[in-house]
T-cell receptor, first 115, second 113 residues
Framework: GAVVSQHPSWVICKSGTSVKIECRSL??????MFWYRQFPKQSLMLMAT?????????EQGVEKDKFLINHASLTLSTLTVTSAHPEDSSFYIC???????????FGPGTRLTVT | AQSVTQLGSHVSVSEGALVLLRCNYS??????LFWYVQYPNQGLQLLLK??????LVKGINGFEAEFKKSETSFHLTKPSAHMSDAAEYFC???????????FGTGTQLKVEL
């Protein structure tokens, strides 16, 4: 149980274009989802917390106009990287909160490469 | 503010040897502590967690960790390493006030024949 999927698993896009990443909770409803970014050989950095039906809460230093997060349903949150640049290339991981505040289940991640 | 320190970004052990990955935390309130494992190009998988109760926590794949409040530590151990244990391991802390997980910088475990 508590499976989280991400789509796509990897994507290559050209500089200046936008790309959308989906995060789905497959067998449960998630009122809260999280988006993380991970650079090579580094830890996960929380980008934003996404609550169903409300605006996402972004961490300090994360550009909310560049990383658009939408949590329109209890099973789907999307991250759109707008006007992508090579420095946005990274591994993006989402997670979903299950029953308790501290219990998160992680998706498999999306590798974004901007050329 | 909460923080996590993982000593040793790379640890190498022989197959069958003891695995010890170190994690120290800083938190002004009783923490919830976690160990996750990440295989290449994959998300994180929960190994074990400490919330309350018994301080020695057993997880999947033969791993265990002990919460030591006096040492602010939550080291991860496994008696006998297997080749399949080679991965990146992250320690994380959650406190209610922050309402989020804070991760350590990770330890890459290498298992050699």
């Amino acid at each position: 149980g508590a499976v989280v999927s991400q789509h796509p698993s990897w994507v290559i896009c050209k500089s200046g274009t936008s790309v959308k990443i989906e995060c789905r909770s497959l067998d449960f409803q998630a009122t809260t989802m999280f988006w993380y970014r991970q650079f090579p050989k580094q830890s996960l950095m929380l980008m934003a917390t996404s609550n169903e039906g409300s605006k996402a809460t972004y961490e300090q230093g994360v550009e909310k106009d560049k990383f658009l997060i939408n949590h329109a349903s209890l099973t789907l949150s999307t991250l759109t990287v707008t006007s992508a640049h090579p420095e946005d290339s990274s591994f993006y991981i989402c997670s979903a909160r299950v029953d308790s505040p501290y219990e998160q289940h992680f998706g498999p991640g999306t590798r974004l490469t901007v050329t | 503010a909460q923080s996590v320190t993982q000593l040793g970004s790379h640890v190498s052990v022989s197959e069958g040897a003891l695995v010890l990955l170190r994690c120290n935390y800083s938190s002004s309130v009783p923490p919830y502590l976690f160990w996750y494992v990440q295989y290449p190009n994959q998300g994180l998988q929960l190994l074990l967690k400490y919330t309350t109760g018994a301080t020695l926590v057993k997880g999947i794949n033969g791993f265990e960790a002990e919460f030591k409040k006096s040492e602010t530590s939550f080291h991860l151990t496994k008696p006998s390493a297997h080749m399949s244990d080679a991965a990146e391991y992250f320690c994380a802390v959650f406190t209610g006030g922050g309402n989020k997980l804070t991760f350590g910088t990770g330890t890459q475990l290498k298992v050699e024949l």
